[in-house]
């Protein structure tokens, strides 16, 4: 296919700013970016994606690597697939669309083996297709994402969105961050995929993921699900940043004296960690792993041994301090709602993928790793690119629209008040580290909590707006403070424990609470709940 | 976090200005400078993409660690995460061995 003609068109525009007229604008160029901008161009629409860093390095992925949720299209193996999540995530899944996931996530892992991505052969020759080396996929996703002619921008944080008369997204706008100007792109279709949101907590690879997309979404009115499954925490090194879990599954938790933490593990007992690091320092030794296992996981995740090798520590054998570092929704299953098999939000031009989108469909409240996030960032990273593709195709001649800034929070001056970008991080951060807060909820905690960041809200959006150079890191910090609001609202919606939502003032599952939060607003943050599919089905046979 | 650019060995690409996902690096007329240490999220990228071996991530996330690079010349360390992951031409073979396969499930 050609694609010369189907590039997005640079237009004039004033000095100090650069302007282009897309089909789809895809904003972030993680995975579920990447794939949308990839599936959009394929299906003949013009396309930029703009990246808050670089295309290829950016997000959790890159950084990581991640497991896949790749299984045979064997139907045995599939119903196992499906039934064993479905108890840990609450029950909250769907089964079509988990179907429908492993089918795409099948069809796209046979492409990447076709562009050339080096998945390994087992011993009988089979091709294992259930783990990705992130550096390695990013890299081969950039590449094709180019070759499909898709404009990329990178260092090229969006600031906000861009809505037409009848508040349809017509596109977004944002900085150019090293070169000190600003981008347009007028779009008929935009594509979130700006990834979670992890609080600038330094869990590898996720300081880019600050829920800037969450806070665009909201801003043109789109409303939320799950994001009370927002509290996944992973283990490190104290020091560290690898929050690769998947190891410590070998490995034993200690107190300073030695002793053995009870309960403590990596799968079904993190909790367990997280009160005993209440108490003072835990240590780890991944004793269990015997030598097999131990070269396996040096040939298989190389980044995990950066930290021990650096410092001469041996986790096989030494004991070193772990601590929990917050997830956030990268690891949990909230995100923007999906209305319809094409990804599309609640909002009309606005599409959501990956990270950015709730995850509950395939996960319930339950992510116990990347391997159904990166599923879902694959499929519906390409059904969101298919979809905001065939809307831009049907609109109307859109080069006449008037557009309007959606921007609202750091753009607007009114009090003579100086917006406080770092200091506001630390507010939130202060709100949704403590694991006695977030990990561990109880109504008054949470009220408690919400009480302050309700407040920091009405100063934020009270505040002048940011300068210029502060602008980006005044709407991240933005974001980070209405995400912790829609979960901690979504929290106390759910008066029951769930997933990963765990209450301490109603620590049992509540069979009448199998449906959905959903949540949105910024001034006032408001959340109301909807029925489970399998409900409304029992509710219709009855 | 980015402690070290090895003057001697960085070719002024600036490669790792481009990569960073968290623009740490600054262009200059020479080489590039570590302009915003503490916006590093210590991810390891900017090495394992700089084709001189030439920067040095310390393992710290939270704590500075100045290092001295002609010690660091004596150690392994410059380059060791791109010879790992099969990005050297030396090393190619190790792109294709990912066992994560043998490991899932534990």
Not at chain 1, 435 to 449: H, K, Q, T
Not at chain 2, 17 to 40: E, L, M, Y
Request: proline share 4%.
């Amino acid at each position: 296919m050609t694609t010369n003609d189907r590039r997005a068109e640079r237009l004039a525009a004033p000095d100090g700013s650069v302007e282009f007229d897309a089909d789809v604008l895809v904003i972030g160029g993680g995975p579920a970016g990447t794939w949308a901008a990839v599936s959009a161009a394929e299906r003949g629409a013009r396309v930029v994606l703009a990246d808050k860093g670089f295309c290829g390095t950016s997000g959790a992925t890159a950084a990581a690597g991640t497991g896949v949720w790749f299984v045979d299209p064997d139907p045995a193996l599939r119903e196992t697939a499906m039934a064993s999540r479905e108890k840990m995530g609450g029950y909250l899944q769907d089964r079509r669309w988990m179907a429908r996931v492993l089918d795409q996530t099948y069809q796209d892992s046979d492409r990447l083996a076709a562009w050339g991505y080096p998945y390994p052969v087992d011993d009988s020759g089979k091709s294992q297709r259930n783990s990705l080396q992130g550096p390695e996929y990013m890299r081969l996703m950039r590449k094709r994402t180019k070759q499909a002619g898709v404009t990329i921008l990178d260092h090229s944080p969006a600031l906000e969105l861009l809505v037409d008369d009848d508040g349809a997204v017509a596109g977004a706008s944002g900085l150019r961050r090293q070169k000190h100007d600003r981008w347009t792109v007028r779009a008929r279709a935009v594509v979130i995929a700006t990834g979670g949101c992890a609080f600038l907590s330094k869990t590898l690879g996720s300081n880019v993921l600050t829920g800037d997309g969450y806070l665009m979404a909201a801003e043109v009115g789109a409303e939320f699900s799950s994001m009370e499954f927002s509290n996944a925490y992973a283990i490190s090194p104290a020091f560290g940043s690898v929050t690769k879990t998947l190891f410590y599954g070998w490995a034993t938790f200690s107190y300073e004296d030695g002793s053995v933490v009870p309960g403590a593990a990596s799968k079904g007992g993190r909790s367990a960690i997280a009160r005993a690091l209440l108490q003072g320092p835990v240590y780890a030794r991944l004793d269990m792993a015997d030598d097999d296992v131990q070269r396996d996981m040096r040939a298989s995740q190389p980044n995990f041994f950066l930290p021990f090798d650096r410092t001469g520590i041996d986790p096989f054998s030494e004991r070193f301090p772990v601590t929990l570092r917050l997830e956030g929704t990268v690891r949990g299953t909230g995100g923007l709602r999906i209305v319809d098999d094409s990804c599309a939000t609640s909002v009309p031009g606005l599409y959501a993928a990956g990270d950015a989108a709730t995850r509950e469909l395939i996960c319930g409240g339950f992510t116990g790793g990347g391997s159904h996030n990166a599923a879902w960032a694959m499929s519906s990273g390409t059904w969101a690119g298919w979809g905001a593709a065939g809307y831009a195709r049907q609109l109307g001649p859109t080069r006449q629209r008037r557009l309007a800034s959606a921007g609202s929070v750091a753009f607007r001056s009114r009090s003579n008040r100086p917006f406080e970008p770092a200091a506001l991080a630390k507010v939130v951060q202060d709100e949704v580290y403590p694991y006695e807060l977030n990990y561990f909820r109880d109504a008054s905690r949470l009220e408690g909590a919400l009480a302050r960041l309700d407040a920091a809200w009405a100063d934020a959006s009270a505040a002048d707006a940011a300068s210029k150079d502060d602008l980006l890191r005044a709407r991240e910090s933005a974001a980070m403070l209405a995400t912790s609001r829609w979960m901690y609202r979504s929290a106390l919606a759910r008066t029951e424990s769930r997933g990963m939502h765990r209450r301490d003032d109603y620590p049992d599952q509540d069979v009448r609470q199998r449906h959905y939060v959903t949540s949105g607003g910024l001034d006032d943050v408001w959340t109301a709940v909807r029925s489970h599919a399998d409900a409304v089905y029992a509710e219709a046979a009855e | 976090m980015i402690e070290v650019i090895d003057a001697e060995r960085c070719t002024s690409c600036d490669i790792c200005v481009n990569v960073c996902p968290t623009n740490v690096f600054d262009k200059t007329d020479g080489i590039p400078v570590i302009a915003r240490q503490s916006d590093c999220q210590t991810c390891f990228l900017c090495e394992l993409y700089c084709p001189e071996d030439a920067l040095y991530v310390a393992p710290y996330a939270d704590t500075r660690c100045p290092t001295d690079v002609v010690a660091l010349r004596q150690t392994a360390a410059f380059g060791s995460y791109r010879r790992a992951v099969g990005w050297t031409d030396e090393t190619r073979d190790l792109r294709g061995i990912d066992r994560s396969y043998l490991l899932f499930g534990h």
